[in-house]
């Protein structure tokens, strides 16, 4: 029987492709992002207007039509999504604050998500579930409740244990009690889970039943085989970053030159360590190990927080291909949207290869 997933704030489908490198026969149950399209409506009504419809496909398409009507913008991250997945019934979600996650009680393995870390102001130290009411938190773990899958993965930025001097962390770690999943943390970074990038992220992990939690460990850090150089196209060119049977990434020999560089006005400004509003002396391009991939990345930021290269003696950005690799996804990866869409996109990310790492445990506990 193939794994049956879903994910909310899906992005790019880094879990899809955690499951698809390890070769894990799945199905995508539904997929939900909205694109960081907003729209100026009472999502609290709405939702009870739509958990008295019929069928998810008239839930699905009515909130479709919702946004249509309330916004002219695109939602890209639905293009690149749908370039690049099968889903299940095409149960692709716009909205996680308008979904009705008991449409697939029952029916989901692995729910994977995150979500942008806000504070849950009247929250005390022993702040519950109905505290986070209004955050997009409180939306992942009402889904969570509402499906409740076998297993959960949430993800989010580590600085989240210390916003709020700890209360957003202490509330959140109620949250996951209250539901009655038996969970474990910890604070992981690509780097050492095969992809050359400084990236630490909190991931939570939760079970419904005890005894898979007990004996789930996360995974151990591993040696690292690659810099940021390898992955650039310089070095291996469009179609030669690959995996192997096993998941595993390899390179083929063989690269192409990237034309696109820097002017030397743009050179003088991400070269510079900044003001005094902004000044930071960590001005260095050519990193083995790459800063951490941005959403903003499309930006001209300078060099103490970007990631900068040097082609033929020019200086210039990465590419959203090699954005892309260092998130760990593979050449076979369908760009379908403008750079700058690429760009943020990649940057949203979770990283594949971690992923792929704690897939590993959660198979391990279960066996």
């Not at 992005?11 to 499951?19: D, K, N, R, V």
């Not at 889904?143 to 297993?151: F, R």
């Not at 690659?226 to 970053?241: H, I, K, S, V, W």
């Not at 260092?326 to 940057?347: C, E, H, T």
Request: proline letters at 3%; glycine letters at 8%.
């Amino acid at each position: 029987m193939p794994l049956k997933l879903a994910t909310a704030f899906s992005g790019i489908g880094a879990i899809e492709q955690a499951l698809k490198r390890l070769n894990i026969a799945h199905k995508i149950v539904f997929a939900c992002d909205n694109g960081d399209i907003l729209i100026d409506v009472d999502t609290d009504k709405e939702l009870l207007k739509i958990k008295k419809m019929n069928s998810i496909e008239e839930k699905r398409d009515y909130v479709y039509n919702l946004y249509k009507d309330n916004s002219r913008k695109t939602n890209f991250v639905e293009i690149t999504y749908k370039g690049n997945y099968a889903i299940e019934n095409d149960n692709f979600f716009y909205d996680v604050k308008l979904l009705d996650g008991s449409d697939f009680k029952g029916n989901v393995d692995l729910f994977v998500g995150g979500s942008p870390c806000q504070s849950f102001s009247i929250a005390g130290a022993r702040g519950g579930f109905e505290d986070t009411r209004g955050t997009l938190f409180y939306e992942y773990v009402r889904l969570v409740n509402e499906i409740q899958p076998e297993v959960f993965i949430y993800e989010n930025v580590y600085g989240v244990l210390t916003h709020d001097k700890g209360k957003t962390w202490e509330t959140m770690q109620n949250v996951f009690s209250e539901l009655g999943y038996n969970f474990k943390w910890e604070i992981l970074d690509a780097r050492n889970y095969g992809i050359p990038q400084g990236r630490r992220r909190l991931f939570v992990v939760g079970f419904k039943n005890k005894k898979y939690s007990k004996k789930f460990k996360f995974p151990k850090p591993i040696k690292l085989k690659f810099t940021m150089q390898d992955f650039l196209l310089d070095n291996c060119a469009q179609g030669n970053f690959k995996y192997d049977n096993n998941g595993n990434i390899y390179l083929l020999p063989g690269g192409e030159i990237v034309t696109k560089h820097l002017s030397q006005k743009l050179i003088d400004y991400v070269m510079s360590p900044g003001t005094k509003n902004f000044y930071h002396e960590d001005v260095q391009i050519d990193l083995p190990i790459a800063r951490a991939i941005l959403s903003t990345q499309g930006n001209t930021h300078r060099a103490s927080v970007n990631n900068y290269v040097t082609t033929n003696g020019n200086i210039r950005a990465l590419e959203p291909r090699e954005s892309l690799r260092l998130m760990g996804f593979p050449d076979d990866f369908v760009i379908n949207v403008s750079r700058a869409q690429s760009y943020k996109q990649s940057g949203n990310s979770i990283v594949v290869d971690v992923l792929m790492a704690i897939v590993k445990e959660i198979q391990k506990a279960m066996e």
